[in-house]
């Protein structure tokens, strides 16, 4: 059988990307680890983002099977996400002018809502078959973010646009589906639940006494971590607060925060580093407060490993990688009880859930586990052993692959795609 193409379209979140900066996360993990993998399937993968970088090249030959294409749309150069919805017509041209001179797609599988439009100005122009990945949905984020949310006017009507034309959408929790087909409508037999995942190879265990001294920590300390992006939503006041709870009983608590726009902890760079350290001092914890600044994906598990418990307590989060990368190293993970994260962590079996921004609950649950090393050990044991069984990358590659084989049945029996092709651009009015 000859090898089927997949156009990833992900404006922003490009496998290139350093992870940990700003706006680069776990979209460009999912962009990496999926096309990597799909690749066993029988589909090869060019990825499409928004070239940032004026000395990046156009095709970038990124793993076996998979190229990274850089389109031009705006300017060369860094711009925050919720900044390039101007430029996506552009993005989609780009996109156009690089597959009359290549080849064509058989799937477009679209990464967030702007490449979601992309995906489906491009089925409406090409009849090719739409897979798509919200990652976050513009409603859910006004719901919790309110006035701080910088999403476009326009997003919503957007994504309401590519809920009625994508012909397949993949959730990454139960939690997500339930928003797509009750907020936006979206006909339940187009929806599939496929969870994000974890480099069970990369991310793997080392022994904590070893992890500790490596990093330069007492191993007599016990360590909480917070591995992450520095953003208030994310909530690591919280757990320094919870710190704060815990000091009054004596115990020897280090917290760990790694993280960051830069390798050095900067709090010019990363205004939430100046944040933590103004609120650690202030509640008399700021000795007990390790900042690491950004590191890359080969060093984490040193850090995960380092820690007795894993936590991270954000007040919104679509899904969440941090909390298996923690599992996949064996350590037990306290998260909030919010979107994906009370789907991944089993609440009293690898980890506990929280109310987020709660620091009383926190500091109990941080006391229950630190006190009782035989269950903390236990609960490591089997956050390992459920990431292996369930959050694998090679796990959603053959489900998304299935998923495209599904597709592409149902338009080599009918002849076109089953659903109708669009016919106008969704009434967006562009300002060039």
Known sequence: MPERRVAFLSEHASPLALLGSEDAGGQNVYVDEVSRNLVGHGYAVDVFTRQDNRTTPEIVAWA?????????????????KDEIWPYMPDFRDAFL???????????????????????????????????????ATGKTKRRYQGGADTSPSDRIETELRVVREADRIIAQCPAERNELVEDYLAPSDRVHVIPSAVNIERFTPLPIDEA????????????????????PRKDARNIVRALAL????????????????????????????????????RLGVLDRVVFTGKRQPDELHRYYSAGDIAVTTPWYEPFGLTPLEAMACGRPVIGSAVGGLTYTIEDGVTGFLVPPRDPDTLAARLRELLTEPQRRDSMGRAARERVEREFTWPLVAKRTAALYDDVLA???????????????????RWRR
């Open 410 to 428: 149902g338009i080599d029996s009918n002849g076109v795609s089953e659903q109708r092709v669009a016919a106008g651009t969704g009434g967006m």
């Open 212 to 231: 500790k001294r490596n990093l330069g920590l007492d191993p007599n300390d016990m360590v909480i971590v917070y591995i992450g992006r520095m953003l």
């Open 64 to 80: 076996p099977g998979v190229r990274v294409i850089n389109l031009p749309a705006g300017p060369a150069e860094f711009i925050l």
């Open 246 to 281: 815990l000091r009054r009983d004596d115990l020897p608590v280090r917290l760990l925060l790694v993280g960051g726009d830069t390798t050095d902890p900067d709090p010019t760079a990363t205004p939430e580093i100046g944040a933590l350290r103004e609120l650690a001092g």
């Open 97 to 135: 002018r690089f597959q009359a001179r290549s080849d064509h797609y058989d799937v477009i599988h679209g990464n967030f809502w702007m490449s979601g439009w992309v995906a489906v100005e491009i089925k409406r122009l090409t009849r090719a078959p739409v897979v798509q990945i919200f990652h």
